[in-house]
Nanobody, 122 residues
Framework: QVQLVESGGGLVQAGGSLRLSCAVS????????MGWFRQAPGKEREFVGS????????FNADSVKGRFTISRDNAKNTVNLQMNSLKPEDTAVYYC???????????????WGQGTQVTVSS
């Protein structure tokens, strides 16, 4: 069983930055891929990016490539989402997730955090 605890959401002006963190715990968490997803009101859940925990291999969705960066911190057992140059369309609830393989499909992830609200004002 993997447990995910998120933090870092909030309100930021367009062009600003936020850093989301997801604390990961569990007996086999290091074997998982970690994903970030977001969901805005009235819209489907959208893939943001993923990272393979063991190798550090990352993949970002085209919509955020060049602005968002996924990383992990082995010492702190956290996976982070650094969000720069934020736009109003980035406003959403952001979720971290854990699955056995890196994927852009949310159903491939088995464990989810509670979500954290990110609001970008114009």
């Amino acid at each position: 069983q993997v447990q995910l605890v998120e933090s870092g959401g909030g309100l930021v002006q367009a062009g600003g930055s936020l850093r989301l963190s997801c604390a990961v715990s569990g007996p086999t968490f290091s074997s998982y891929a970690m994903g970030w997803f977001r969901q805005a009101p009235g819209k489907e859940r959208e893939f943001v990016g993923s990272i393979v925990w063991s190798a550090g291999t990352t993949f970002n969705a085209d919509s955020v490539k060049g602005r968002f960066t996924i990383s992990r911190d082995n010492a702190k057992n956290t996976v982070n989402l650094q969000m720069n140059s934020l736009k109003p369309e980035d406003t959403a609830v952001y979720y971290c997730a854990a699955g056995q393989r890196s994927s852009s499909w949310y159903k491939n992830y088995d464990y989810w955090g509670q979500g954290t609200q990110v609001t970008v004002s114009s």
